[in-house]
């Protein structure tokens, strides 16, 4: 059966933000930069053998995973203090962690954030396009710093933070939130996420869907997203 209906154009489109424009970068530098602002504020260096530190590493780098056995319903999402407590908590699961420390490992973190390869070339080619761009993410911090710094926030219409809202994804409630930041319809938008989870509370609000699994290298694939707006996939 040959089905004549085209879905409708693809006018808005709304992107989750850790792992899916910005990856988590390298935990043992994650751990260099705490180590140093530690020394930094005058505080002893922490008394970790090299295993230790390889081990806390593996940990951080499945940090919001392990995060799901303390925190099932995301609600560290919600508030910067039960953010940042579930943090601490996660972190204090592998042993011998001083909360010094962890403090620090939570100060530098979104320092350690940086933008994929081809997220600021496929946000640039979805506006010369014309298309409205919003982020959504599940997030207890605000993250309007980073995305000035790495030159993301001319290109967006809008930010949603979670803990700004009082609503986390999959609740359908947050997406409507994206799309009247937006201006578009839901059949014209389009929800870029990693969690087939999360990402796809905007199905009910009739938006569609892309899940872009984690990559382990700095392209993501979103080239994805402008064939599906319609164009080359290549910018």
Partial sequence: MIINEAPEPIKGVIF?????????????RWIEAALRRLAEQGNAEPDLSADQIAGLGEHLDQIWQHAHT?????ERDLSQDRHWDVFNRTVALYPGIKPDLIAALYAVMPDQWVPFIDTLPVLRELKSRGVRIVVLSNIG????????RVGVSGLLDGVVLSFEVGLVKPDPAIYARALELLDVPGSQTLMVGDSPRDDVGGVSLKIRTLILPRTQGPVHGLGTVLQMVGGPGVV
Avoid: C, K, Q, Y
């Avoid at 792992?19 to 043992?28: S, Y």
């Avoid at 303390?70 to 995301?74: E, K, L, M, N, Q």
């Avoid at 911090?141 to 000035?148: A, E, F, Q, S, Y």
């Fill in 70 to 74: 303390i925190d099932p319903r995301s």
């Fill in 16 to 28: 989750d933000f850790h792992a899916t424009l910005v990856e988590g970068g390298d935990a043992r």
């Fill in 141 to 148: 911090l605000d993250i309007r710093p980073l995305l000035d």
